[in-house]
């Protein structure tokens, strides 16, 4: 994973993994009904400290969750939970299959909580704020590109063959 952190904030990330996919916003224990959301792996400490040392104005960095190891030995599980929430800016949402580009839009994006994933690029923007007197920063996905892995007859279908 590459990670690029740009001036306004946004953070750009290409070689991405993302873990628990609910682009669909489907109700369960763990998530209220609508609310779309992944999170992104994070599977190096350095990346975690420069999100971790990543504060905004009011001290308050990213939302990076950590468990610890299963085993002796073993890295902490970490990531960091971003939210999808559609606007009329954005996100925007690609599906590359094959040499076929498709944008995604509110409707069809659920589609990538089944497919199979070969790569993901994102950009994840950053929204800070106060309630009842306590400063959070929460991130939002901005945009995602997400190639899918196909078999050889879906490659032929796309033309890759």
């Not at 952190?5 to 990330?13: D, P, Y």
């Not at 599980?77 to 498709?102: A, E, H, I, W």
């Not at 839009?105 to 909580?113: A, F, G, Q, R």
């Not at 945009?143 to 032929?156: C, S, W």
Request: proline share 4%; with cysteine.
């Amino acid at each position: 994973m590459n990670i690029t952190f740009k001036r306004n904030g946004i953070l750009e990330i290409n070689d991405a993994r993302i873990i628990y996919r609910n682009f669909e916003g489907r109700g369960d224990k763990y998530n209220r009904e609508g609310d779309r959301n992944f999170a992104l792996l994070i599977q190096d400490e350095d990346i975690k400290d420069q999100l971790i040392n990543d504060a905004n104005q009011y001290g308050v960095s990213w939302n990076v969750k950590i468990k610890p190891p299963r085993e002796d030995g073993d890295m902490p599980f970490m990531y960091l939970p971003v939210k999808v929430k559609f606007t009329d800016r954005g996100p925007n949402c690609y599906l590359q299959s094959g040499s076929n580009m498709t944008r995604l839009t509110e409707e069809t994006v659920s589609c990538l909580d089944d497919i199979e994933i070969q790569s993901v690029d994102l950009d994840i923007r950053p929204y800070d704020d106060v309630v009842n007197g306590k400063p959070f920063r929460a991130a939002y996905l901005h945009a995602i590109k997400v190639t899918q892995n196909i078999d050889r007859f879906a490659a032929a279908h796309y033309g890759n063959e």
